[in-house]
């Protein structure tokens, strides 16, 4: 059966390494839908290439734009505006397969959207499941959603855990230890800094920041894979993925991104996934749903890699990551905090209004701030996380 797929931020990494999956597969794949935010130019070529029935922006003045476009190149793809249209592409009925691959909190609404629709999504916006991991997870499983990571680490997970377990991204409701697991470890690749001299780390600019050693990715993924918040990100996103208990869950610096993560079994028993760092792997293991698909992906020459090594993250290095692994224990609204604050102290960063080391500081003044009610709905969530923005913004200023 031909999958009928939206993609959620199809002019970023993820949406190029998507397409690219989609023109390998054109008898498997059929574009439905494809959302930007500003690159209305970008999304014309990719309109006219696909031929999609919808088109989302973030704005009228880029939709009006687009729109003149697709009409001087006789495409008759029709442009929505907004949270709306992203939801509505969600949840079409025509639709099959959801790609969310939106940055940020701003992916939430359309990644809940697609699981209240019962969709198979191939979730690449780790910030739904950080920001509304209980209730998204609920939805998921209360409307028969699928959901398949697409996050490397995620998806390496997730090929090594049992398939009675998986049972292709059905919300898991087991608890692990019943398989004999013991615990999940996330590698990390470290970023650029993991060795850098640490009185030197408030003097790194935004270009050394986004230059990932080993994967090529959005500028938001980039700075948090050097602060590693990425991984205390990551191991909040595991915690709903995989119903794990925080302690069952670490990480492990791993600075060849070889191993993309792994399972300890209680009979002593390690299985990890490993390939060559390129996000076309675990997307077309989401793509396949269920059948491997080629990826165009360079096979792992071990000979090249040489040696495998690992460490353990220094928090004293990345209190980012310190930070995430307060809020995964904390629970109740402190990930959403965490991560509204984050999302507003990089962008600081990359407009260069802060320091590196700042974005830990803004991030932990905002979590001090908060209150401990739990927020019950989506909207109480945004409500906390725009409270968490504006504190952010305030807290700028002073740093
Ligand atoms: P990116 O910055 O390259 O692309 C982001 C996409 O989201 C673009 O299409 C952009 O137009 C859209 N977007 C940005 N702001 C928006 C807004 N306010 N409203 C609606 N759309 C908006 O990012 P990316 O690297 O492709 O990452 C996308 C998601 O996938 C992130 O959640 C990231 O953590 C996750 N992820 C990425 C990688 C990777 O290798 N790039 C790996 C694992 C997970
Ligand atoms: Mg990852």
């Known amino acids: 059966m031909k999958q009928i797929i939206s993609i959620l931020g199809a002019t970023g990494s993820i949406g190029d390494s998507t397409l690219d999956l989609v023109r390998r597969h054109p008898n498997q794949y059929e574009v439905f839908a494809l959302s930007g935010n500003t690159q209305w130019q970008k999304l014309l070529q990719l309109c006219i290439e696909f031929q999609p029935r919808y088109v989302v922006v973030m704005d009228g003045d880029v939709a009006l734009q687009l729109e003149q476009g697709l009409q001087a190149a006789s495409v008759t793809t029709e442009v929505l505006v907004g949270q709306e249209g992203l939801c509505a592409v969600a949840a079409a009925t025509e639709v099959t397969v959801v790609m969310a691959a939106i940055v940020g909190a701003a992916g939430l609404l359309s990644a809940m959207a697609a699981a209240k629709a019962g969709k198979t999504i191939l979730l690449a916006n780790k910030e739904t499941l950080v920001v509304a991991g209980a209730l998204f997870m609920d939805t998921v499983r209360e409307n028969g959603a699928r959901v398949l990571p697409v996050d490397s680490e995620h998806n390496a997970v997730y090929q090594v855990l049992p398939e009675a377990l998986t049972q292709q991204g059905q919300a898991i409701t087991q608890s692990l230890e019943d398989f004999g697991i013991q615990g999940i470890i996330l590698t990390a690749s470290g970023g650029p800094f993991w060795q850098r001299d640490i009185a030197s780390m408030s003097n790194i600019t ?11 990715m959005g ?9 590693m918040m990425n991984k205390g990100l990551e191991l909040i996103e595991a915690r709903w993925l995989f119903n794990a208990k925080p302690h069952q869950l670490s990480a492990v610096i791993h600075p060849q991104s070889v191993i993309h993560s792994m399972v300890r079994y ?23 749903l269920g059948q491997r698909i080629e990826s165009g992906v360079k096979p792992l020459d071990f000979m090249t890699v040489g040696q495998l090594t690992f460490a353990e993250p220094d928090l004293n290095r990345f209190p980012c990551l310190r930070l995430a692994m307060a809020a995964l224990s904390s629970g109740g609204d402190a990930p959403c905090v965490l991560n509204a604050a984050n999302e507003i102290a990089v962008a600081a960063f990359l407009q260069q209004k802060i320091s590196f080391t700042d974005i830990a ?10 209150d401990i009610s739990i927020s019950g709905d989506v909207d109480a969530l945004l409500m906390k996380d725009a409270w968490a923005r504006r504190v952010a913004q305030e807290i700028l200023s002073t740093v």
């Open 206 to 216: 935004p270009q050394e920041a986004v230059k990932h050693p080993n994967w090529s």
């Open 219 to 227: 500028q938001k993924i980039s700075v948090d894979s050097a602060s």
């Open 266 to 288: 209680q009979d002593g028993s390690v299985l990890a996934q490993l390939g060559t760092p390129d996000m076309r792997t675990p997307i077309a293991q989401c793509m396949g």
């Open 361 to 370: 500081q803004v991030v932990e003044r905002v979590l001090e701030q908060m």
